[in-house]
């Protein structure tokens, strides 16, 4: 068993970790970056789709070549790093973390002064969607059918029902049809996609897939494989309508159903929760309540781009290495509330030690000309308009630090009348 | 005056276009792509072309992938991308590929391969 | 309850006696009258119920075969013949693998315990509610005995951890006797009388109407699936051979014995047959022409919680079901299982079908509401899946465990529903007497091993204990299922087993859990797919996830 120190520990390899790792590395920080698979990169080794790197690099490139990029970087730094390496537990005492790993080399004893988290999401189940039937084979979530396609070259099925009109759904469906398989449609209980409008042009409509809003799966039918679903329309609150059910013959059924934050490692360690993100609350440097924990990328927020995630999660590494090197003082911290047609909004306090900050934050509902009122305490110090606001597309807005007076900022998004 | 509404799908911004079928002007572009891209996409759609190639057993062992992401070096006409799909499935790669080189050309399009493999041991 | 009486309550039916067991033929208008026919035919007393009553417009699906036909087992001879891998089946093989016998067991499916052994909620039952008139009474005492040294034999996991009987109304307390009663009655040890105030103590997510509770602390929990598995491979280790996905198809008899019976992989010339086949054994005990009793199976839906959920009780918690009693079926309740996930449920549902896994929202919704009025803090938020299982019941709603009293070489461990896991080792005990008595002057073996071979479980481990094991074999160390932490040195340890059953995704599941976590295989069924290519050289069109192939196409594969 060997015992290892080190200033920051970053747990996971994707995106957001090489990002992370690299920045707290620039920092003079000594970094361990640990990953459980066997290669670097994380969700971005299956995404083989272009669209990434567009904010970043002007380039648009495919998930495996982003990654390779940071892994190039990562390469030349001095970051240690340990693949096929699963953390079992995180604890803090004193000051210090303790991160136990499991390793196909035996377990590792890592100390070290601050944790960066970069575990990314998991996809939610179609148990947690209320699909019920028969269990046969050829029901895949979007992410497990996209590993099958991309790495390894296997086809879940040919004859493919998409529910969720999520990105992931969204480019599954492209992919399959690309690769042989017919997509007979994607089903959304939405009255409105989930996904980015351009992956509903470029991904349905180059291909004619239809588009079926206001609509879910309810049930399975197949004995030993999927031979076909039950669909049925859904009122506002997404429950089933009795009496619209349709049966579609199929033989696969792929679900893109929505992405939880994967929390599961500092769950007990009672931080304070997010329920509106699924994760934890943060900082604009991702620090939770507990110092020196840091929590970038998906497993803080679901983001819609690669680019948001590379971008936060190397303030989160750096910021990491420092309070690592140095000891901080405590700053003033403000809280952020909102208020009206706002889904989320990260982060959730402020730390006051910079110029400004930028905030993100998602609309609840599909929204034309509205305004995004910033209200520090009572008194009104921001006001923003957007001619349109979708769910799907994350917004920021940068806000100057330096005149916050109160303990608490209001975001309060509505449509103008 | 007939005009046809498209959503630019160039950028996250997602700018949604005004594009008049008579003289090919266009509304509601942020910048001179979703100009092109309206014009474009009205008289000759082009798509990128993303998908994967096969790797050989020896190449899967010393890279522990089954498969290689490739990307068109540039946008092809739309209507090509399934027979274009198809053709690359013949393909198996069994040598060291930098990411950005091209690994395979079909009908004079080039695709990239999107990262680096190596084809030696000890490289 | 007369024959002349029962005919008169069952006009248009054909009603009679026939080797001591009562007939219905005919058809009825509804499932409703089938069920209600059934139960009433049952008040005659007869050796047993045959329903065979067709009803208007409703026909149940044909039973499930195997696409398999070949003869790998043709000409195959055998001491013994068990029809059914479930718990029932693997107990009694292992029974009887401490003999000098030779052994074969068939199942239709494709791999132990693919039914209901694996559809259950793993409860080592008190026995407290059953009837002491009933054969389950006794199998389950003496089962239930049994685990302690059964389960210290097989390296599996058992803990008793004590259960209890919820009394809604405060005068139910003075019910308490009846309990006592019961338990002197069926062997139940330890019954006690739990006040109000000490139960919200103990169990602090009670609901507050509670009046205390009756507890039994011999109540315990197993892996049902995994305890199928170590008995079969057990048995296997000591020499009894499994033959999958192979279907018993008829019987050719000679002065009253099975001679040859025919399977979909050849004949087979076994000394004594046993049907342990479950929601099929009577159609098996019909092939012989001794058909005595007849299954109408009941379904029951089970819901599973996250981990998360577990700190909700560390026993089992159950409302006393008053009005169910009467209907033969057990309330349900919160069970907290031997892998810390929370179950609730089951419930019971008559059905027409025998292989019917579905579920359905109605019922998950019902199984909520029902425990919620005894758990308040039960939420649908931990919800990680539900599945069905089928129960195998005689509407005598009892075990059968005896020798035909037709056939000279038949057994029957039949119409085994709950409390069948418990009872199991005590059936498998008289099951395989039964078999030594019919072959006579079998010697035991001298050099029968009890225990399987240790496959390490790196979850259970101390951080030096997986260190070491590490270090000797790094497999271990390279984790694939993240949820339930296991690692693809387990997962080869299943794969490689010597029992015989197909390498599938559910295999694995039910080996090492890989995929019961809170992502459901979301990212270890890939990898788990790779695994079973690489370690068992199936290709990967041909990897089935349970019954169908799991992703049956390479990319741009023609369509053919």
Partial sequence: MIELNFDVVVIGGGPSGLASAIEADKECAKVLLVDREKLLGGILKQCIHDGFGLTRYKKQMSGPSYAELDILALKESKVE??????????????????????????????????????????????????????????????GTAQNL????GVMPGKNIVILGSGDIGLIMARRLTLEGAKVLGVYEAKATPSGLERNIHQCLEDFNIPLHLSCTVTKVIGDERVEAVEVAKVDERMTPISGTEKII???????????????????????????????????????????NLFIAGNAQMVFDLVDYVSEKSKIAGAKAAKVALKETEDVRAVTVESQGDILFASPNRITLDSKSVKLFFRSAKDMKDSTLTISDGSKVIREIKYSSLLPPKMESVVLALNQIESDKITLSLSEDK | ??????????????????????????????????????????????????????????????????????????????????????????????????????????????????ISLKGEENV | MTLHSLKKKLPNIKVYLKEGALHLEGEVDNYETFLSYGKLAVKLKSRGV????????????????????????????????????GIVGCAIARELSKSKVSILVLDKENDVAVRASSRNDGMVHPGIDIHPGLKKAKYNSRGNRLYTTLSKELNFDFIRNGSYIVLPKPWMKFVYPIFWLRAKQNGVDGIAYISKKK??????????????????????????????????????????????????????????????????????????????????????????????????????????????????????IAKLPFGDVKNHTKGGGLVRTIDKNMLVGPNAVETIEREDDSTTREDVEA?????????????????????????????????????????????????????????????????????????????????????????????????????????????????????????????????????????????????????????????????????????????????????????????????K
């Fill in chain 3, 50 to 85: 045959v329903n065979d009553l067709t009803i208007k417009g409703l026909k149940a699906k044909p039973m499930r075969e195997p696409n398999v036909e070949d003869s790998t087992l043709e000409g195959k001879h055998c001491d013994v013949l068990i029809i059914g891998a």
């Fill in chain 1, 249 to 291: 013959p199929c033989d696969t059924l792929v679900l893109s159903v929505g992405l939880i934050p994967e929390i599961e490692l500092i769950k007990p360690l009672n931080l304070k929760l997010n329920r509106r993100t699924q994760s934890v609350e943060v900082d604009q440097y991702g620090e939770t309540s507990l110092k």
């Fill in chain 3, 367 to 559: 199984i909520f509401e029902k425990h919620k009025k005894v758990v308040p803090s039960l939420t649908e938020r931990q919800l990680i899946t539900y599945f069905s299982g089928t129960r195998a019941s005689t509407w005598e709603e009892d075990f059968i465990v005896e020798k035909s009293k037709k056939v000279n070489n038949l057994i029957h461990a039949a119409g085994i529903q709950s409390p069948g896991v418990t009872a199991a080792p005590a059936i498998a005990e008289d099951i395989a007497r039964f078999a030594k008595e019919i072959l006579t002057n079998v010697e035991m073996k001298e050099n029968f091993i009890a225990s399987n071979p240790y496959h390490p479980i790196l979850s259970k481990l101390s951080l030096e204990e997986k260190d070491r094991l590490i270090k000797q074999d790094p497999s271990y160390g390279r984790i694939v299922c993240r949820c339930e932490e296991i690692s693809e040195g387990e997962i080869r340890d299943a794969l490689l087993s010597p029992l015989p059953f197909t390498p599938t995704l559910d295999a694995v599941k039910r080996r090492c859990r890989a995929g019961m976590g809170r992502c459901q295989g979301g990212f270890c069924s890939p990898r788990v797919f790779e695994l079973i290519h690489e370690l068992r050289g199936i290709e990967t069109s041909q990897i089935k996830k349970g019954q169908g192939l799991f992703a049956p196409f390479t990319v741009k594969e023609d369509d």
């Fill in chain 2, 1 to 114: 005056m007939e005009v046809k509404k498209l959503v630019c799908i160039n950028c996250p911004k997602g700018c949604h276009l005004t594009c008049n079928l008579e003289d090919l002007s266009v509304e509601g572009a942020s910048c001179e792509k979703g100009i092109e891209y309206a014009r474009e996409e009205l008289t000759a759609p082009k798509r990128n072309l993303t998908t994967t190639l096969a790797l050989s057993e020896r190449m899967l062992k010393l890279n522990g992938r089954a498969r290689l992401p490739i990307i068109s070096k540039e946008k092809v006409d739309k209507a090509k991308l399934l027979s274009l799909c198809l053709a690359l499935g013949n393909i198996i790669i069994d040598k060291e590929v930098k990411m950005g080189q091209v690994v395979a050309t079909i009908e004079n399009i080039d695709f990239l391969a999107s």
């Fill in chain 3, 199 to 316: 139960l919200s103590k103990l169990e602090i997510n009670v609901a507050p109407w509670q009046c205390g509770a009756v507890y039994t602390p011999s109540s315990g929990i197993i892996s049902p699936y995994k305890v199928t598995i170590a008995l079969a491979e057990n048995a296997a280790l000591n020499g009894a051979e499994f033959s999958f996905e192979t279907v018993v198809r008829g019987f050719e008899k000679e002065s009253e014995e099975i001679i040859k019976v025919r399977t979909n992989r050849g004949f087979v010339y076994p000394k004594v047959v046993i049907n342990a086949a479950g929601v099929y054994s009577d159609t098996i005990a019909q092939m012989a022409d001794d058909r005595f009793f007849s299954i109408h199976p009941r379904k029951g839906t089970e819901i599973i919680l996250d981990k998360e959920a577990s700190s909700l009780t560390s026993s089992v």
């Fill in chain 1, 81 to 142: 790093v340990m693949s096929n390496a699963f953390v079992l537990k995180l604890s803090k005492n004193n000051d210090l973390f303790t991160t136990t790993i499991q390793t196909d080399k035996g377990m590792a004893i890592v100390k070290s002064k601050s944790v960066v988290v970069a575990t990314g999401c998991r996809e939610r189940t179609k148990a947690q969607v209320c699909i019920h039937g028969n269990r046969p084979s050829g029901i895949f979530n979007a």
């Fill in chain 1, 149 to 152: 396609v991309n790495l390894q």
